[in-house]
């Protein structure tokens, strides 16, 4: 069965990197998209962008560019988000989500605290 | 201020049938298929809706999905208990090139 597995929980300082993964099993990797998207608390669902199946192109949301990075690595299945220069308003769960739209399969999620 | 409109609360009692709205434009609803998701906090989203009025396989046919215009809207009959979470429309849009969600609709069951 398809499924998305993500990294565990990161706790980041402000000004800090993070980066997140999501391994792919049960499916082609290469044949689909991965998407991104993310809820802070309190917040609602935000997409951040999408890096497509043959990481030739990737479309990141206004608000990220510059500093949101996605890439893939299709010899171990698994896709990568890399967000810098974080505040604490970047705290919140990270999901990874199988594209093109409709996004038919989630990771579980991958919650992202910044505290200092 | 999210692109796509939608009531941020709906509420039904058992068996109601209940009705989300989402509201957009001509760039985004308009133009471009709908998908709604159902989301509890501390879980995967579900996609319910796709393309409108779609439902992929599991999903119960109580779920059912329309569009009209710039508008769609989700509706849920035979309300269940376990319908009770946060329901997000969602469609692609050309103006911002870029996946755009509504603000979500907390659908509580009484």
């Known amino acids: 069965q398809v499924q998305l597995v993500q990294s565990g929980a990161e706790v980041k300082k402000p000004g800090a990197s993070v980066k997140v993964s999501c391994k792919a099993s049960?499916?082609?990797?290469?044949?689909?998209?991965i998407n991104w998207v993310r809820q802070a608390a309190g917040q609602g669902l935000e997409w951040m962008g999408w890096?497509?199946?043959?990481?030739?192109?990737?479309v990141y949301a206004q608000k990220f560019q510059g500093r949101v990075t996605m890439t893939r690595n299709i010899s171990i299945n698994t896709a990568y988000m890399e967000l810098s220069s974080l505040t604490f308003e970047d705290t919140a769960v990270y999901f990874c989500a199988r594209g093109p739209p409709p996004f038919d399969y989630w990771g579980q999620g991958t919650v992202v605290s910044v505290s200092s | 201020q999210s692109v796509l409109t939608q009531p941020p609360a709906a509420s039904g009692t058992p068996g109601q049938r209940v009705t989300i709205s989402c509201s957009g434009g001509s760039s985004n609803v308009g133009t471009k298929p709908v998908s709604w998701f159902q989301y509890v906090p501390g879980t995967a989203p579900k996609l319910l809706i796709y393309s409108n009025n779609q439902r992929p396989s599991g999903v119960p046919d109580r779920f059912s999905g329309s569009k009209s215009g710039t508008s769609a809207s989700l509706a849920i009959s035979g309300l269940q208990s376990e319908d009770e979470a946060d329901y997000y429309c969602a469609a692609w849009d050309d103006s911002l090139n870029g996946f755009v969600f509504g603000g979500g609709t907390k659908l509580t069951v009484l």
């Open positions: 049960g499916y082609t990797f290469h044949y689909y998209d």
């Open positions: 890096e497509n199946r043959d990481s030739e192109n990737t």
